[in-house]
């Protein structure tokens, strides 16, 4: 933590990218040393010419600040009166020690704008946290004699402006490299040039310190040249799409310019479509001018989403930089159909893609945001296949920050930052995140801080009711109920909204019975008052059905227990006649609950294994190896979907709870049942999971007539297996179970 003779240092508005300084003596090398810092917007740190950390694009996204946003949004997004929110800092501590020496030693921070100052993309309007950066540090240094001295940042730091001109989160880099100095951080650097730093007082948000998991550099990518346009640019393919930047070395050239995209067109052009924010022109790009032989060129404080790019300029060491939060994958999956194995790599790769700052996003390039739907969507899923529980603990902290003190609003991103949605599909995240968390780690002190949290929320949303029915949003918000059906949505808003609405209902009396804590009797008035309204506004009793049976909506009614069981196998008839989705991205999971809940597997792999349009296996048939935001990935009323959006994949979760039948029946998996529910065309399956309690393993095999099963499991996992009318309790190791079919 900082201490209280550390000062924050400010610079002047118009500097870019500055570059600062400070030298300090010690008698002798230290026997241990830890620096906390801070910088806003993104920040690097050296000692004696080290970069620290391989981390980057730090610090995490947080409520940096309060901000006018009635005044700089733009007016189809701007929040209620007096939205207020909860600014948080999020600062680093790391391990100095071996950077230090004894004699003269030197500290320098470099910072880039990031998000708190984001300028680029004004889409939502003027979102900017501050016009300064500005930074903090407090270096704790234990000597061998026990006793303690402080390095801390005040007004003897020196400055200057650096070599990155430009820098934006959404558009890129320009670096000038005659500008660049090296040594500039090392002790002895001649900085009587440079100018002496500010003091400014310290940010009004509460200091935190990041335990979410840093964007790394996690693996690069030797690039296909693809071939040399007229114009003299190369243009290369990373064979996969990812986020994160080209780095290369120059050759001599002045000038070296690289662009991204998702798509390449025949003629080698970029198509920069699927990443251009609705209403600018921005492309993903770095310049580099004045570039000397053997200068080292990669942006520091951007990313980028991309598959394809092109250069100008004269170039060498081509690599393609892969960058995200450091989550790894914790999870496998194999079978012997491709389009799974497909959907499953796709999930992870978007999702990995797409975890930056501390903020599960929607997609690395065009909009970059904290949608809540997205996030709410893929918890599950994400938990359960990586090891994102550090990662997601953070960004619920940010829905914590982002909601309304006054009225209990949640909206639709966190960190705030405007964008769309609706209050079930979105806002409901306040109810249904926590509760996943819980579910995958049995932390009862985090599902415990958002129980009233959760309870300020729906009374807000009852105030969108009429007896009972949702029939509006926030003032000045979006009313979306779900999002991205292969064709244009048609279903009811009202009616998606208020199934969330009964189902976030049940889901807080699910909380406060965990929790043993008394839930106020109104919500038992609204829950029975909305369920009985939704039956009498939304229910074709004539034809046992609900809104039409359009676009998945008796799997909504279903998954509330409202659809007979005739209704519900009427449905699964009719999806085995089709082999595609009409579902969006909350449907499509809803859709394969429901059929799994209903002991309708075949029909579940059928939906996840077809082939035919909608469905995941066109999306794989067209060569990305992420997910699209829409089926079919073609332009819409305004600009080209994104190919990297991980929202689709919520139902990932179904190739291990459903088709390798792992079942849990305790927090944190301790408890967990193996229910095999063998599939005709799938002949082998296996998956594994790394869970709280220990590691587990699933292989099934049949041939048409003998099924096999064998279980392993680790740590203090307990487990049994059932199938048909065996009941098998599972031991540690490796477990062989045999049946006919």
């Not at 059906?485 to 199934?499: E, G, H, K």
Request: glycine share 8%.
């Amino acid at each position: 933590m900082f201490s209280q003779k550390t000062r924050w240092i400010g610079f002047p508005s118009e500097i870019e990218c500055p570059e600062a300084r400070k030298t300090f003596r010690l008698g002798c090398k230290p026997s241990a040393a830890a620096v906390t810092v801070c910088g806003l917007g993104f920040f690097e740190l050296y000692i004696n010419g080290n970069r620290i950390s391989d981390d980057c694009l730090k610090p995490a996204w947080s409520e940096y600040a309060e901000r006018d946003l009635k005044r700089t949004m733009i007016e189809s997004l701007r929040p209620p009166e007096n939205y207020k929110i909860t600014p948080r800092v999020y600062y680093l501590e790391y391990d100095a020690a071996a950077f230090l020496r004894e004699g003269e030693n030197c500290v320098g921070v470099t910072l880039g704008n990031g998000w708190y100052r984001q300028k680029e993309d004004v889409c939502q309007g003027d979102m900017t946290y501050g016009n300064t950066l500005l930074f903090a540090l407090d270096l704790k240094i234990t000597l061998p004699d026990g006793s303690e001295t402080h390095l801390v940042s005040d007004g003897g730091f020196r400055w200057r402006r650096s070599h990155v001109l430009q820098n934006s989160v959404y558009r890129g880099e320009v670096q000038d490299l005659s500008l660049k100095i090296d040594g500039w951080a090392l002790p002895g650097f001649d900085d009587s040039a440079w100018s002496t730093a500010e003091e400014i007082p310290a940010p009004k948000a509460r200091l935190t310190k990041q335990a979410s998991p840093r964007d790394k550099l996690v693996r690069t990518i030797r690039p296909a040249l693809l071939g040399m346009r007229a114009d003299g640019a190369r243009v290369y393919d990373a064979g996969e799409n990812i986020s994160g930047w080209v780095r290369c070395t120059a050759c001599g050239g002045a000038r070296v310019h690289i662009r991204y995209a998702e798509l390449v067109n025949p003629d080698l052009t970029l198509d920069p479509s699927t990443c251009v924010a609705d209403g600018t022109d921005l492309m993903q790009e770095d310049l580099y001018l004045n570039a000397r032989n053997g200068d080292a060129l990669a942006p520091s404080f951007t990313w980028h989403g991309f598959r394809y790019f092109e250069i100008e300029g004269d170039v060498r060491n081509i690599e393609v930089c892969v960058v995200h939060a450091d989550v790894r994958i914790n999870s496998d999956f194999n079978s012997d159909d491709a389009v799974l194995n497909w959907y499953y790599r796709a999930f992870t790769a978007s999702q990995l893609a797409n975890l930056h700052c501390g903020v599960p996003m929607d997609c690395p390039h065009r909009e970059r945001l904290g949608y809540t739907g997205d996030g709410r969507l893929t918890a599950d899923a994400a938990l359960l296949t990586l090891e994102y529980g550090a990662f997601l603990k953070k960004w619920l902290l940010d829905i914590a920050d982002s909601q309304d003190k006054k009225t209990g609003l949640v909206h639709y991103t966190a960190p705030y930052y405007g964008g769309g949605g609706g209050p079930g599909g979105w806002s409901c995240v306040v109810v249904d995140a926590p509760l996943r968390y819980y579910e995958h780690t049995g932390d009862t002190k985090t599902l415990r801080f958002f129980y009233k949290r959760m309870l300020r929320w729906l009374d807000c949303f009852h105030g969108m009711t009429e007896n009972g029915v949702v029939r509006r949003g926030a003032p000045n918000c979006w009313y979306l109920g779900d999002w991205s059906a292969p064709d244009p949505m048609t279903l009811s808003a009202d009616y998606v909204n208020t199934y969330f609405y009964i189902k976030s209902l049940r889901s807080i009396r699910r909380t406060a019975e965990i929790l043993n804590e008394g839930l106020p009797e109104r919500f038992g008035f609204y829950l029975k008052e909305s369920e009985k309204s939704f039956r009498a506004e939304f229910y074709d009793a004539a034809r046992d059905s609900w809104c039409g049976s359009i676009q998945g909506a008796d799997a909504f009614a279903a998954d509330l227990g409202f659809l007979s069981a005739e209704a519900v196998g009427r449905m699964a008839r009719r999806y085995q006649e089709t082999g595609t989705f009409d579902t969006g991205i909350f449907g499509t999971p809803i859709l394969l609950d429901v059929l799994a809940e209903h002991g309708y597997a075949e029909t579940v792999f059928q939906l996840l294994s077809s082939r035919k349009y909608p469905s995941f296996g066109f999306m794989m048939a067209d060569g990305t190896n992420t997910l699209r935001e829409s089926w079919d990935g073609t332009k819409r009323a305004v600009l080209a979907d994104s190919r990297n959006h991980p929202m689709f994949g919520a139902a990932v979760t179904h190739l291990f709870y459903t088709l390798l039948g792992i079942r849990r029946k305790s927090p944190a998996f301790a408890d967990i049942e193996i229910r095999p529910a063998p599939i005709q065309a799938l002949r082998r399956i296996s998956g594994s999971l790394s869970t709280r309690s220990g590691n587990l393993s699933v292989v099934q095999t049949h041939d048409g007539k003998k099924l096999s099963v064998t279980v392993s499991i680790t740590g203090k996992l307990r487990a049994e297996l059932i199938y048909k009318d065996k009941r098998v309790v599972l031991k540690r190791g490796e477990n062989l179970f045999e049946s006919e079919l």
